[in-house]
């Protein structure tokens, strides 16, 4: 028969592991209870308040092709975090070099292709049975059908639909190497605007098909499409035909160097998509000689590689107003000053999180607090069978409706990789952030730290004077497509996470008893605990 005391130590970890197995199916506090008044021991819950304090990005971010899986464009402002606009940067380069264009090549137009996500599931589809299609005049059926872009913001402005003007202008400085690191503040000196035009926040596909036997004469994805300046493509790419600058693709990128896609406007939304999807192509038209003699214009087109290999840019800038705000990162901890081990925060009674480059915040757990918890470990025998850190929207702070986050990057501030929960649980299912109430004012997160306490409390050699950090910011972690195991701690979508919440930190009143045991209804920062403890 298994003693008593032996089963005690190992009724933490069976619980642990049920727990994670079932996460989807019931309240981690209320199954570990249920569980352990079986096996004739105390279930324990409490609350300790801790120390929460910002963490000033100072609004840089690392944002080039590398960290970009997709890219925001738009402009969002708001009384909190202030103003937003982004704006995307790349190279562009011919599909073949040393192109030959025929004689007397005269460009029709130059579309650039856009993809921004859209909701698949709100299409709204027209058509036109009596169209003619223009190319030889022929009898068609049109299909058009247009789907809302994904957006983060304002839907409407004044109640109307936000109106949008993209703005495509050329990039007068060399970006450099599509390996090369470069920061979401980088200076980017554009040259000639090329394309202008207004956006709806709406793509379409169009199919056009024959009455006479349904065959296709255009089969369009997807996309929002906008005509460029033809005259510019003329003297830039198809007069060069010859020249040196079109024979490689190191003189092409130092000749022309980019495009800049931005917005014209100061507010609305942030839209989203994949760096490598947007297309560039020139129509135009040569003469060809037949075998009569005969001259005939002939169509023909070039396309032009956005994609893979060139240099990718999220260019963002912020304009802060909110005093609040700006008093908060004022007395911030700065990121270079994370690793310093004796370092000193301002508890704040608000903290800020924000992606792409704005603030994130941190998390203490005392001291005091740890040499408690380990008295109680050695002296009364308890197991704790669940840590979570937790924190509360601020309800008077923000009050929106505006997406909040569902998701945050978590790593102890003395460690660079994975929190050791994320490590020895990930196979069983286990979720880092746990959310409640995301859609009200009363939106909490829970931070799984199990593991990492248990280290803590557990070993005896750990310094007690030593409070113990924790590092939040707001993206999700990316995982490898083929194994889908996690990448790395700096593998993730910070850099275009455009999500931003404002949470409840520190109780300032009370900051004697920061560190202690708490209400549970309490809603400061706080650790959360369920622990077993022998009768």
Request: charged residues 20%; hydrophobic residues 40%.
């Amino acid at each position: 028969m298994i003693k008593i005391k032996t089963l005690m130590k190992v009724i933490p970890f069976l619980l642990m592991g049920i727990v994670v197995l079932n996460s989807c199916e019931g309240e981690l506090d209320n199954l570990g209870s249920q569980l352990v008044d079986m096996d004739a021991a105390n279930g324990n819950e409490v609350a300790y308040s801790l120390v929460a304090y910002n963490i000033n990005n100072g609004d840089v971010i690392r944002a080039d092709a590398e960290k970009l899986d997709s890219v925001r464009i738009g402009a969002f402002d708001e009384p909190v975090f202030g103003k937003q606009k982004v704006s995307y940067i790349t190279q562009l380069r011919l599909n073949a070099y040393n192109p030959d264009f025929g004689t007397n090549p005269v460009i029709d137009s130059v579309v650039l292709t856009l993809k921004p996500r859209y909701a698949t599931d709100s299409a709204d589809t027209k058509t036109t049975e009596d169209y003619i299609y223009p190319d030889g005049a022929v009898a068609a059926k049109k299909v058009v059908t247009t789907y809302p872009i994904s957006k983060y913001g304002k839907y409407k402005i004044g109640g109307q639909k936000t109106p949008f003007t993209i703005k495509v202008n050329e990039v007068n400085d060399f970006l450099g190497g599509a390996s090369d690191s470069l920061t979401s503040n980088k200076a980017i000196a554009l040259g000639a605007e090329i394309g202008s035009k207004s956006f709806n926040g709406t793509v379409n596909s169009i199919v056009v098909t024959k009455d006479t036997d349904a065959s296709e004469l255009l089969n369009r994805p997807v996309s929002y499409r906008m005509k460029l300046d033809s005259a510019f493509f003329q003297n830039k790419i198809i007069a060069k035909k010859g020249d040196q600058v079109l024979k490689d693709a190191a003189s092409f990128i130092r000749y022309f160097r980019g495009i800049s896609i931005s917005v014209q406007e100061q507010d609305g939304y942030l839209f989203s998509m994949a760096p490598n999807d947007i297309g560039l192509t020139i129509y135009y038209k040569n003469d060809v000689t037949e075998p009569t003699g005969t001259v005939t214009r002939t169509k023909a087109e070039l396309a032009l590689n956005l994609g893979a290999g060139n240099v990718h840019l999220s260019s963002i800038a912020y304009n802060r107003t909110n005093e609040s705000y700006i008093a908060a990162m004022n007395v911030a901890v700065k990121p270079e000053n994370l690793d310093n081990p004796n370092l000193q925060v301002s508890a704040a009674p608000l903290v800020y999180a924000q992606g792409m480059g704005g603030a994130g915040f941190g998390i203490r757990i005392p001291a005091a607090t740890i040499r408690e918890l380990k008295d109680l470990y050695k002296n009364k025998k308890i197991g704790i069978v669940s840590a979570k850190i937790r924190v509360y929207n601020d309800a008077d702070n923000w009050t929106n409706s505006y997406r909040k986050p569902n998701s945050m990057l978590v790593r102890e501030r003395d460690a660079k990789g994975f929190l050791p929960d994320m490590t020895s649980l990930s196979s069983a299912g286990y979720s880092l952030i746990k959310t409640a109430n995301l859609s009200t004012k009363d939106a909490n997160y829970d931070i799984g730290i199990t593991a990492s306490l248990k280290t803590i409390i557990e070993n005896e050699s750990y310094d007690t004077t030593k409070d113990k950090d924790f590092v939040i910011n707001l993206g999700s972690y990316k995982v490898d497509a083929t194994t889908g195991f996690l990448l790395g701690q700096n593998y993730n979508t910070r850099a275009y996470t455009p999500n931003r919440i404002v949470l409840k930190g520190t109780d300032i009143a009370n900051i004697a008893n920061v560190g202690k045991a708490i209400d549970k209804t309490s809603k400061v920062a706080q650790l959360r605990l369920i622990f077993t403890q022998k009768n």
